[in-house]
């Protein structure tokens, strides 16, 4: 039983990985994207959208009010 109980354990723990690894990926293409839309954005904003749970609202009202 001890078996089952560590590969549960061990799948759990690379799952978390996996996810940690994607969170980070799409936070970077986030401050990619964003600089984008808006290159003279500060640190700030870009950190804000990136951490925000609404970034992606954030990043679409960017996009509408920008030049391009």
Same mark, same amino acid.
Request: no cysteine.
């Given at each position: 039983m001890g078996s089952v109980k560590q590969k549960f354990v061990e799948a759990i723990q690379n799952y978390q990985q996996v996810e940690q690894q994607y969170r980070a990926k799409y936070k970077q293409r986030m401050e990619q994207q964003f600089k984008? $839309?808006?290159? #003279?954005?500060?640190?700030?904003?870009?950190?804000?959208? $990136?951490?925000? #749970?609404?970034?992606?609202?954030?990043?679409a009202q960017a996009l509408q009010s920008s030049d391009r």
């Open positions: 984008i $839309v808006k290159p #003279d954005a500060t640190p700030n904003e870009v950190k804000v959208v $990136v951490n925000n #749970d609404q970034g992606e609202q954030i990043f």
